[in-house]
């Protein structure tokens, strides 16, 4: 799971703003190996209309960036994995519509053969996946800013105990927390 939260726990605002994310070459470099890794991206339904509504034409727009180039090659090329209760349809090539089971879905997933999965966004999905115990890996980069209110990112899961694989503090203020389930 990747997630850019806020110091307060928030992964967008009271309106669902997220123009709060620190986000520059720094953190695409970083995070460019996970994405090299992975073959699948994770999505629930609005992080997917969002994604789906950006990233299929992104390299191919006027002043696209090296950033826009690389990972709409990647996330074009990669199975998105959607989990949705209420879409019927996808149009992004290389979609799958999971609505059925998604806990005894994703666990099947998990077990098969393959290179890495990435969650982006999808905060229900992830507290449903958190719940679930689905997630191994929770990536999140901290931005330097208190929102107050929001969407929070982590609901009532339970406790779930983590070890910290990896920290980096960026120029931007950004710190990048990356834990793995004990």
């Not at 349809?89 to 806990?103: C, H, M, Q």
């Not at 969650?119 to 191994?136: P, R």
Request: charged fraction near 20%.
């Amino acid at each position: 799971m990747l997630e850019h939260v806020s110091l307060d726990g928030f992964v967008s605002g009271p309106n669902g703003e997220m123009d709060w994310i620190r986000f520059d070459d720094d953190l695409v470099d970083y995070f460019a190996p996970l994405t090299d890794n992975a073959d699948s991206v994770i999505f629930g339904r609005v992080t997917y209309q969002m994604m789906a509504g950006y990233w299929p034409t992104a390299a191919e727009k006027p002043g696209a960036t090296r950033h826009d180039i690389d990972h709409a090659r990647w996330v074009n090329a990669a199975t998105k994995l959607v989990f949705s209760r209420t879409l019927t349809e996808l149009t992004w090539r290389n979609s799958r519509l999971i609505s059925e089971d998604i806990g005894g879905a994703m666990a099947e997933i998990k077990r098969q053969a393959g290179r890495n999965l990435m969650m982006y966004g999808s905060a229900a999905l992830a507290k449903e996946f958190m719940q679930l115990g689905l997630i191994d890996e929770f990536r999140l980069n901290v931005n330097p800013v208190i929102l107050g209110a929001g969407t929070p990112l982590f609901g009532k899961s339970g406790p779930i105990d983590l070890n910290l694989t990896e920290s980096k503090a960026f120029a931007s203020g950004v710190v990048g927390l990356c834990y793995s389930k004990l």
